[in-house]
């Protein structure tokens, strides 16, 4: 079957950094994406991994290891506005996004 | 402007009824989604439309009926609603269905409230 793992919550200070960790199993593999979803406001684009390695973005980056079927979302510097849920998706060989429930990061000053 | 815009963002009625949530995208895609997200906050496609034809029709029950006037517009019928039905239900968009990156524009959600 399909799946997505993500840890449901993590907590951070202001000012650190986390890694939001993400393995996924899924029919085939077109890619990895993260999604961030402020409570009741709709998902948001992050980034997006098809080959191995990091992709840095600012503040935020992404790794992906096609190998281990695993993907980390990297965030430094982390500000208030950072609390969110963060959402890891793997689009299969038909080109479906799958999704994880999302990992729910508190951040505390 | 609002690049994919859903009305009504709050909805509450009552088990039985009919109820209809539209969605408009001025993005120029090519396809459009419905996805329904629980309270355990897991995001589930519904109905995906590329062009004005149902690409993918997942396990909904069939008082879900997705209708696509043209591609700027997928909306969505609800019949006969039940207790389960309450969710937040989101629009989407993607330039085409084999996107390279995939990514996907959401509208705001509709909450969907059943009593």
């Known amino acids: 079957g399909q799946n997505i793992d993500q840890p449901t919550e993590m907590t951070a200070t202001e000012g650190a950094i986390v890694q939001i960790n993400c393995t996924y199993q899924t029919s085939g593999f077109n890619g990895l994406f993260w999604y961030q979803q402020h409570a009741g406001e709709a998902p948001t684009f992050l980034s997006y991994?098809?080959l191995d390695g990091l992709e840095e973005k600012g503040r935020f980056s992404s790794f992906l290891s096609r190998s281990k079927g695993y993907s980390y979302l990297l965030l430094k510097e982390l500000q208030m506005k950072d609390s969110a849920s963060y959402l890891c998706a793997s689009l299969d060989s038909n080109y479906q996004l799958i999704w994880g429930a999302g990992t729910k990061l508190i951040i505390k000053p | 402007d609002t690049a994919v815009s859903q009305t009504p963002k709050y909805l509450v009625t009552q088990m039985g009824n009919d109820k209809s949530i539209k969605c408009e995208q001025n993005?120029?895609?090519?396809?459009m989604y419905w996805y329904k997200q629980d309270s355990k906050k897991f995001l589930k496609i519904m109905f995906s439309?590329?062009?004005?034809?149902?690409?993918i029709n997942e396990t909904v029950p069939n008082r879900f009926s997705p209708k696509s006037p043209d591609k700027a517009h997928l909306n969505l019928h609800i019949n006969s609603l039940e207790l389960g039905d309450s969710a937040v239900y989101f629009c989407?968009?993607?330039?085409?269905?084999?996107?390279?990156?995939?990514?996907?524009?959401f509208g705001e959600g509709s909450r969907l409230t059943v009593l």
């Open positions: 991994n098809v």
């Open positions: 993005l120029g895609h090519d396809t």
């Open positions: 989407a968009s993607s330039r085409t269905l084999r996107e390279t990156t995939g990514e996907l524009f």
């Open positions: 439309y590329n062009n004005k034809e149902l690409i």
